[in-house]
């Protein structure tokens, strides 16, 4: 079943913020969640004093309906959580030169709003479930690199604005024909992009199967053959 994403699931949660940078450590970061907060405030992952461990994952829910400015990724942090930014607004994600980034969790950015340059690092494995669906993306097009080995359940579904998505042509499992997702062997049609204008589209013969929500959204349709 679809969990309950609506609000904020944590009635202790921290609420507002006295300053405008919160530096997260091993040591603070599995403490608290952190919910409606509308002052902006900048998010980092940071070691603690005097030790080497590093963050490795994001914790799931970590923020929900927050105002983020800079969100700066750390080199060792490899996953993003279940919901971790739901419902948030960022202004900017800056990913490290070095991402060990692997995995970018279910519902992770869920009706999120991301204002400036989305570029995933190349170290990405795994797209999750509903990832980035009904969030506003930076730009009209995404690109997918070649690291990429799954895309969950409409990772991409109900992004108005997004026209084309495109995939790096070393990728081995998708490809992108004219801006939308299919598996490499062409036989699936994963996600034709809510934003990209038509009134019809022919699908092509060789497609044996389509994803979830392939379509959802593209409203200026009269007709799928």
């Not at 609420?15 to 919160?22: A, D, M, P, Q, R």
């Amino acid at each position: 079943s679809k969990p309950d994403l609506s609000k904020c699931q944590f009635e202790d949660s921290i609420k507002s913020l006295s300053v405008n940078k919160l530096q997260l450590t091993p040591t603070t970061i599995n403490k608290d969640h952190f919910c409606n907060i509308k002052k902006l405030f900048d998010v980092s992952f940071e070691s603690d004093p005097h030790s080497n461990i590093q963050i490795s994952k994001i914790p799931d829910q970590l923020f929900f309906d927050c105002l983020i400015g800079t969100l700066t990724l750390s080199e060792e942090i490899s996953a993003i959580g279940f919901a971790s930014f739901c419902n948030c607004k960022i202004n900017e994600i800056k990913f490290h030169p070095k991402s060990k980034l692997t995995e970018i969790g279910s519902y992770a950015f869920y009706y999120a709003k991301i204002i400036s340059t989305l570029q995933f690092p190349r170290s990405i494995h795994n797209i999750g479930n509903y990832s980035f669906a009904y969030s506003t993306l930076p730009s009209s097009s995404i690109t997918l690199p070649d690291s990429v080995v799954s895309i969950g359940n409409s990772a991409f579904v109900g992004c108005k604005g997004l026209k084309e998505i495109i995939v790096s042509s070393g990728n081995q499992h998708y490809k992108s024909v004219e801006g939308i997702l299919f598996t490499k062997d062409g036989k699936k049609l994963i996600q034709y992009p809510s934003g990209r204008r038509g009134t019809s589209y022919v699908v092509p013969d060789c497609v044996t199967s389509i994803g979830n929500y392939a379509f959802y959204e593209c409203s200026s349709f009269s007709s799928i053959t």
